[in-house]
């Protein structure tokens, strides 16, 4: 394949060609930005620049008629015989007189409604003609700052030397700068193989682009298109529900088919809808051009103010195809009076419509970088760049290239880490950081006093961490290593706990881990600590509520993992454990200092004198096996990364064996699977989906640390995005079984649909959540809860907020609450 691509390559540096280029303006010399340039009845096209400068490679050199479309103006089509190898045409646009004398305007019969009703009942024609093709493809992304201050909230903003250097005095410059160019192939509805020439980043020689065709693809005649949320198209099946319509105006395209502006408004301001213009081609109601805007409170999204997104198609007169041309994202966005903005520029060429593809087309594989597809130099990207670069983005290119020079030097790496290796005093207490960027390892203390690490139980009282750890990376190889040693003191049991980790990645293709940890630690009986240590410090203290029940381990264990397949991840572990009983050593809280903790033990809370077990070790054996079902991935030379296909679930299968226990009775096998799946509703939401099964084998007298504990919540505090993985009233232990166990775990998102319909309660800009959660086990009622709630509640930008009602029932024993969801803490764990 390689071999091909030189060729071709070769074959068009010596092949008779020419650049046509300019500038294209209005009447009065503004320059028109992304201007539609394409050489008629072929596929050879580019679009102008900011300032609108372009450049198009014709391959045919003769009479060749060039188009220029651009909305509100009128189309030009300019013949040019070509006389050299470069062929200067600016150009000067006319504004689009457009045609409304036969219209007539009817409450009753919209003229514009009719137009959009032809363009639903035929876009399954029109999208045909387009489910196969094969192109090049074109991108450039770039992401701008604009007022960036050097605090925020009174903290120092530390974003780098290299970043910081990018901007001017006033915070203000690109942050971000990248082009593609590859080969794509595609056939609707999703299938994309996508293979990069070229890839360029803006001081960063190294980098590879993420502008790729597989994050550009937005097709109006789907229903719905993906931006976090699903957007409703203007004209999906459904649109009339959500848009209303105005024909302004009629005009006549180069060959004269007759275009239709037509003006896009929401019917409700708060749906998941697009507003501004489409523009429909009469007779056959193919999409000439898009010209939308969406807000970002409308895509969820508070942060990004506003997106306009443009298309622009053109049309082949030999096999009367409407195709894009070429397409532009635009943002602004902002947060804490810092503006972002950024800009994706696309330009699609050279199709061909194949009638089918072979069997062996795509696979999972749906990009791939060419081996020296970051290596290119300017004089090959001067050639075959179709947009030419703006004077400001030339100069960062210049300006960034100069300085990565200078900053991959060893003496320039090396002074900058001298400046932020400094000792000080302080750091003996606060914690230390030493890093050798050019030899790429680095050390840190994590200092007497890490105030991030200290928390409160009853059985350590106010405990904190400290420690050491080292690190070593090689990027380009994709292999890291990392040995640390955590030190944990409790001040009430006065114990000094100490932990040794090493962990090595070998590669960035198979992910091939291994890791070796031993020491002691407090545990949580429930090793998936369904109680963070925040919010247990905050029960205890606050409200003399000590849900976290532990127990001493002191363990060895190494664990081995990689994938083994595409979408097949295997985890292996083997593990010695002796586990020891511990019980409350303090009674303080900060309020409610008459009151009384509940024991240690999770089996008999006010029993303070028995333990919860018999102290006793045993090794144990586990393997998981993750499972992606159609998992993608883009391969690249520095690694595979994969991506989860949406339309699979994920499966989870597990085996565990304890064995060599000090006494027979502790030993026992058990085996687990676990389904999770997110159902895409359209526009309706999203239901998230965790169902469990599992059961265990000789396990009548084993330890209560080994029984299948179940993640429930006592604090009517919820710390995740989504409840998928807990029971909202459950006690965390009074559901915990060494038999068989299944558990069932559904939440419905409307992502607005719903909410955004009801009159005030819209104003909110929140979704609705509806839930049910159900625990079976042997010899009990099932356990149940049924949830409604609202999500995406805060303040301005800041939705870190949802609140549900929860009821629940268990051998007739009812119970309602009201749990808090605080997203933050996401954060703060």
């Known amino acids: 394949m390689k071999n091909y691509i030189v060729l071709a390559f070769l074959f068009f540096s010596i092949s008779n060609f020419a650049q046509i280029k300019g500038t294209i303006t209005d009447e009065k010399g503004n320059p028109l930005p992304f201007v539609s340039v394409f050489e008629e009845n072929t596929y050879a096209g580019t679009t102008s620049n900011e300032q609108g400068q372009y450049q198009l490679n014709v391959k045919e050199v003769g009479k060749n008629k060039i188009t220029f479309q651009y909305l509100g ?23 689009e007189s457009f045609d409304l004398n036969e219209v007539v305007i009817d409450p009753k019969n919209n003229p514009a409604n009719a137009i959009i009703r032809s363009a639903i009942a035929n876009k399954k024609q029109n999208s045909e003609k387009t489910a196969r093709y094969t192109a090049d493809f074109y991108s450039k992304g770039m992401f701008k700052v604009k007022d960036l201050p050097k605090k925020i909230l009174g903290q120092k903003l530390d974003i780098g030397d290299d970043m910081a250097s990018n901007l001017d005095s006033t915070g203000t410059g690109i942050l971000y700068l990248s082009e593609t160019i590859s080969k794509i192939t595609f056939e609707k509805p999703n299938k994309l193989k996508e293979k990069i020439i070229a890839s360029k980043i803006s001081g960063n ?13 937005y097709d109006f005649y789907d229903n719905t298109l993906e931006f976090g949320i699903n957007l409703i198209s203007p004209i999906a099946d459904n649109a009339f529900n959500y848009y209303k319509y105005k024909l302004e105006g009629t005009f006549f395209d180069e060959n004269n088919q007759e275009i239709n502006k037509i003006k896009v408004t929401p019917k409700r301001d708060k749906e998941p809808v697009f507003e501004g213009y489409i523009y429909i081609v009469d007779d056959s109601f193919a999409i000439y ?37 070429a397409q532009t994202l635009s943002f602004n966005a902002g947060v ?35 081996d020296n597809a970051n290596k290119k130099d300017d004089a090959f990207w001067n050639e075959i760049r179709p947009i030419p670069l703006t004077i400001e983005e030339s100069t960062d290119y210049t300006k960034k290239d100069s300085l990565q020079t200078i900053r991959k030097s060893q003496k320039y790496i090396d002074s900058v880490d001298a400046k932020n290796n400094k000792f000080k005093v302080l ?6 950081e030493y890093k050798n960027t050019f030899k790429k390892h680095s050390f840190e203390y994590k200092g007497l006093l890490n105030i991030a690490s200290l928390s409160f139980n009853t059985v350590q009282g106010f405990n904190f961490d400290s420690g050491f750890s080292f690190k070593k990376w090689n990027e380009d190889e994709g292999k890291s290593t990392s040995i640390s040693t955590t030190f944990n003191y409790g001040f009430s049991d006065e114990r000094f706990r100490v932990i040794g980790e090493f962990t090595h990645k070998f590669n960035n293709i198979n992910y091939a881990t291994i ?81 009384f903790y509940s024991s240690n033990n999770p089996l008999a809370p006010n029993d303070f004198d028995t333990p919860a077990f018999d102290q006793h070790d045993l090794f144990k054996a586990a393997l998981t096996a993750r499972i992606n079902f159609g998992n993608k991935y883009i391969s690249r030379p520095d690694g595979r990364y994969n991506f989860k296909d949406d339309k699979y679930p994920t499966v989870f299968l597990a085996f565990e064996k304890a064995f060599a226990a000090s006494e027979k009775k502790y030993e026992f096998e058990r085996i687990g699977a676990s389904v999770q799946y997110d159902l895409s509703l359209d526009n309706k939401g999203i239901l998230g989906m965790n169902f469990r099964a599992g059961k265990f084998f000789n396990a009548e007298n084993i330890s209560f640390i080994d029984y299948r504990h179940f993640n429930g919540n006592q604090t009517h505090i919820g710390t995740s995005d989504r409840y998928l993985n807990v029971f909202n009233l459950m006690p965390y232990y009074a559901n915990s079984t060494n038999d068989s166990y299944f558990e069932m775990h559904l939440e419905h998102n409307d992502m607005g649909f719903i909410m955004n319909k009801i009159p005030l309660l819209n104003l909110l800009k929140s979704t609705m959540n509806i839930g049910f959660h159900s625990l079976a086990i042997p010899d009990r009622k099932p356990y149940s809860e049924f949830t409604i709630g609202l999500d995406n509640l805060g303040f301005g930008k800041f939705k870190l907020f949802r609140v549900d009602y929860v009821h629940s029932y268990q051998s007739g024993i009812q119970q309602n609450g009201v749990v808090f969801g605080l997203k933050i803490l996401n954060i703060l764990n």
């Open 427 to 432: 750091d003996i207490l606060m914690g230390y």
């Open 289 to 325: 051009a898009i010209d939308l805007d969406i807000k970002g409170y409308r895509m969820k999204n508070e942060f990004t103010e506003s997106m306009t997104l443009k298309q622009s198609f053109s049309y082949n007169t030999k096999n009367k195809i409407w195709s894009k041309n």
């Open 205 to 217: 020689n190294k980098g590879y682009s993420y502008n790729t065709a597989t994050l550009s693809t």
């Open 73 to 95: 103006f009128k189309t030009q089509k300019i013949a040019v015989s070509a006389s050299s190898k470069i062929i200067i045409l600016d150009v000067k646009m006319l504004e």
């Open 515 to 595: 890791g070796i940890s031993g020491g002691t630690k407090v545990a949580q009986f429930n090793s998936a600590e369904p109680i963070s240590k925040f919010v247990n410090s905050i029960s205890s203290l606050f409200f003399k509520d000590n849900y976290m029940k532990l127990y001493n381990l002191e363990f060895a264990q190494i664990n081995y993992a990689q994938d083994v397949a595409n979408g097949l991840n295997l985890n292996g572990k083997i593990a010695y454990e002796q586990r020891k009983p511990l019980f409350n050593t303090t009674d303080y809280s900060f309020f409610k200092r008459d009151d």
């Open 336 to 370: 804490f009076g810092v503006k972002f903005s950024g800009k994706f520029n696309y330009v699609y060429s050279n199709y061909e419509f194949p009638d089918s593809f072979e069997k062996k087309t795509f696979s999972n594989e749906i990009v791939a970088f060419e």
